[in-house]
């Protein structure tokens, strides 16, 4: 019986392990490419890929999130290290509890909000260049993979949400059919 606990145990260690290599590398990759690009827009500065509607356009941004508050570096970077270590924190306290698809997401919020983190701290400022034509402000892949993390768990937990008040309808109405059936 001991024996068979410890091999689940080291079963689930492994499986682990591997989806904690899978995480690391998405958020690698994601730390990357934007890093990547952000080199390559500093030293190509503007391309208009469709003219009007999408263009790399290189701006500097001092400020926090779509240009919005201070100017301070060390604001920035603190606040950022703390949400990104509740995160953090929360994907490892809660493993066992947190299905594959919500991890990915907080990945990606990881590895877009630490890409952020790293220009602030190595430029002083954070590379945008990834422009709509003036419709969006100006972003770049991590901000695209931090909003795309949020707006996704956003919708895993809508969705959970209404399974919730499915479910507890569903329990009243056999509570009240049963009641129902008792009085007759």
Not at 35 to 49: H, V
Not at 68 to 87: E, P
Not at 101 to 109: E, G, P, Q, R, T
Request: glycine share 6%.
């Amino acid at each position: 019986m001991e024996k068979e606990e410890e091999t689940t145990i080291a079963k689930k260690t492994k499986k682990l392990t591997k989806e904690t290599w899978c995480l690391l590398g998405i958020i690698v990759i994601i730390v990357l490419l934007d890093q990547a690009l952000k080199i390559w827009i500093q030293k190509a500065e503007n391309l208009a890929i469709i003219p009007g509607i999408l263009e790399f356009n290189l701006n500097q941004n001092t400020s926090a999130a779509y240009g919005i508050g201070s100017n301070s570096k060390f604001m920035y970077v603190a606040t950022n290290i703390v949400i990104l270590s509740v995160i953090y924190k929360f994907l490892t306290a809660q493993n066992e509890f947190v299905d594959t698809k919500l991890k990915v997401f907080l990945s990606f919020i990881l590895a877009g909000g630490a890409s952020n983190v790293i220009d602030k701290v190595l430029r002083g400022y954070v590379t945008e260049f990834i422009d709509f034509g003036h419709h969006f402000p100006v972003f770049n892949v991590a901000d695209f993979f931090v909003v795309i993390g949020w707006v996704a768990i956003a919708a895993i937990f809508a969705e959970f949400t209404v399974k919730e008040w499915r479910s507890k309808k569903e329990e009243t109405n056999l509570k009240d059919n049963d009641k129902e059936e008792g009085t007759k």
